[in-house]
Each structure stands twice: as structure tokens, then as C-alpha cells.
């Protein structure tokens, strides 16, 4: 299977990166800075198990060439527009193209671009970063990449994805309903990211101040009517697992909104919290919570 990685960050670096290890043809769409500092330092992996490094085959929007069997896009959501257009002398007639997006936006975004047929669902959970020099360090042993059909009809087209994705060194999860993923994924990453850039801290810092696990309890249900009004069908299992995880102060949570914000760096505000107020405006529901956030990162950006 010819693969396509738009992005080489912490997530398409580290799954790109073990997707080539597992013998797949992985090409890495990569901007000027990023393509020259994998060609100078290669593709460097630092996981718990250690480090390796990979000389991976690297292309830029230019010299793109030939159509792809599979698209992954890792990019940061605010960059879509951009990439694409990168991407789209890639998109052949067969050509599957899977987000790994924050957020909901971006499928419908991807679809009117290339059509539903097109467009797969995809998540992962990974807790990764970049370092100084470029490095993909993966910080605890966790992952996992979801992916399935949006319909929940996996075809024999899904099957080649799953069978080129079991064969690398990650926890996969081939799911006939990857929307449900898809919901659950942002009922968490948007909870996490609302409360710690709200609030400037980690989810340990919150729970252990006065009426932070209140304000972690509203933001949540705020949420949670949210995306039910948009068609999510709640597993309460599966939402209580969520909260659980999130409200457990001996294990301090950072999101990635927050932890590019202390740096200084543009945020995926629109897409994260932004886009759930435009829904919720949809259905007419109150969510004051939410509104105080989305202020909160406007101003951010205003001052960036």
C-alpha cells in the first residue's frame, strides 16, 4: 500500500514512522523546515523501549508526485486549508483519505473537497511530543489508532487500511462505529483542553482547588448536550470512563491546546471549542461555560 503522511509532528512521525518500519511504502509530505531537518537528523523515534531512527522518504508540495492508496493527515486543524490543496494531485480514484484531526469540522470540510467516498474516520492516543532538535519522543507506552468507515460499512477498501495498520508496531482498533470514537474522542480532548486553559493549569492543579471539580463537572455536561444534540447516541460506559479519567487528580493532565498555548503558539480554538458553540447555538442550548472559554482563547490569540 502506497501511504501518504501530510505531516511529520509527534503523531504523523510516530505512526508514519511505524508504519515504514513495518515495510510499508510511508512518504512524508513535509514544509521546507521540517523536510531539512529530517533529511540532516533522519526520523528519530524516542520511546519508553528506546531510540531508533529511520531515514524516511520525504516529499513537498512541489515535487508530489503519483496517486496514493492512503492519505493520513496529522496536521494541526488550522492547517487544513493549506494542506489540502498539498494533497490533492495525490488524490487518485481509489485514493482514501483518513484525518487524524481534532475536533468534527474537518470531515465534512474533507468531503465537500473529495467527495464522501473518499473520506475515512481516523483518531489515535498518543501522548507525544516534539524536541528541540525535531525528535519524536513518545512519552508513556499508549498507542492507539482508531479508524473505520463513517457509514460503519467496512469495505474490502477498509480492510487493505487495517491490514497495513495491524502490521505495524501500534495498538490498533478497527471499528464499525468510529463516530461514536469520533464524539468520545472530542467530549475529551475539548473537556481537558476547556478546564486547563481556563483555568492555566493541569487537571491536578484544577481537582485540588476550590470548586475545581465543579467546573470540570459543568464543562463536561456542557459538552456532553452539545455533541447528543448533533447526533451522538451517549454509551454511558463509555462517557463514564471519560469523566473518570479526567477527574482523577493523582494523575495531572495537560491537552495539547494548552500546552501550545504556555508556549506561545497558535491554537486549535476555532476547532475545539468554537465549532462546539456553533452547534450549540444550532440547538438553541446554554452553555456559558464554553462562551467564557472561547473568549478566553480569542483574547490569547488577539495577543499572540
Not at 522518504?57 to 512541489?62: G, I, K
Not at 494542506?83 to 481509489?94: H, T
Not at 482523577?248 to 471549542?273: F, W
Amino acid at each position: 500500500m502506497r501511504i501518504l503522511m501530510a505531516g511529520a509532528g509527534a503523531t504523523g512521525g510516530y505512526f508514519g514512522g511505524r508504519l515504514a518500519q513495518a515495510g510499508q511504502d510511508v512518504t512524508f509530505l513535509v514544509r521546507e523546515r521540517r523536510y531539512q531537518q529530517l533529511r540532516e537528523h533522519g526520523l528519530v523515534l524516542n520511546t519508553p523501549q528506546g531510540t531508533e531512527t529511520l531515514q524516511p522518504q520525504l516529499a513537498q508540495a512541489s515535487t508530489l508526485t503519483g496517486h496514493y492508496d492512503l492519505i493520513i493527515v496529522t496536521v494541526k486543524s488550522f492547517g487544513l486549508a493549506q494542506v489540502m490543496d498539498d494533497i490533492a494531485p495525490a488524490v487518485g480514484p481509489e485514493t482514501l483519505i483518513m484525518p487524524i484531526l481534532n475536533g468534527m469540522r474537518h470531515i465534512a470540510t474533507l468531503q465537500q473537497r473529495f467527495g464522501e467516498d473518499k473520506v475515512i474516520g481516523g483518531l489515535c492516543k498518543i501522548n507525544a511530543t516534539l524536541g528541540d532538535n525535531g525528535e519524536v519522543i513518545q512519552m508513556t507506552p499508549l498507542h492507539q489508532i482508531y479508524y473505520g468507515a463513517l457509514d460503519g460499512h467496512n469495505d474490502e477498501r477498509l480492510q487493505r487500511v487495517d491490514a497495513a495498520l495491524r502490521g505495524a508496531r501500534v495498538d490498533t482498533r478497527f471499528s464499525d462505529n468510529i463516530m461514536d470514537e469520533l464524539w468520545e474522542k472530542w467530549l475529551l480532548l475539548s473537556t481537558l483542553g476547556a478546564v486547563c486553559c481556563l483555568a492555566r493549569g493541569d487537571t491536578r492543579q484544577i481537582l485540588t482547588s476550590r470548586g475545581g471539580e465543579a467546573l470540570l463537572q459543568a464543562v463536561f455536561a456542557e459538552i456532553l448536550s452539545v455533541i447528543t444534540a448533533e447526533g451522538y447516541q451517549p454509551r454511558p460506559a463509555a462517557t463514564a470512563r471519560i469523566y473518570e479519567l479526567l477527574n482523577n487528580p493523582a494523575t495531572p493532565m495537560t491537552s495539547s491546546m494548552y500546552r501550545d498555548l504556555t508556549q506561545g503558539y497558535d491554537i486549535e480554538a476555532d476547532q475545539v471549542i468554537g465549532d462546539l458553540l456553533l452547534r450549540a447555538k444550532r440547538h438553541s442550548l446554554v452553555t456559558p461555560l464554553l462562551n467564557a472559554v472561547d473568549v478566553n482563547l480569542q483574547v490569547y490569540l488577539q495577543q499572540r
